[in-house]
């Protein structure tokens, strides 16, 4: 539960700082997704909006970076984005 507050906590207070640490931000990356994956569920607009704005900024780092997401990672992430994007085009 800690860690769901943590993620949380940064996500509401300063996002942009995945571009700063971008090795804290990968190396946690599985946990950030399975977070957003739980957060797809909630109903609140104005924050969907500004993950889906924190997801694009980490998922553009992490190309820059050369990672690519662990299959489990993609599995358990991936199909929940695009019903997510899909239902709010």
Known sequence: MYIV???D?????DWQMCEVDSEASLSNIDLILKWHTLRFFDTNTTVLMKQL???R???TMA???GYHLHELEAVSFIPY???KVELTC
Do not use: R
């Open 63 to 65: 190309a820059a970076e």
């Open 53 to 55: 704005e924190y997801l």
């Open 57 to 59: 900024v980490l998922l």
């Open 81 to 83: 984005l695009i019903n």
């Open 9 to 13: 906590v940064c996500f509401v207070c």
């Open 5 to 7: 507050k943590l993620v």
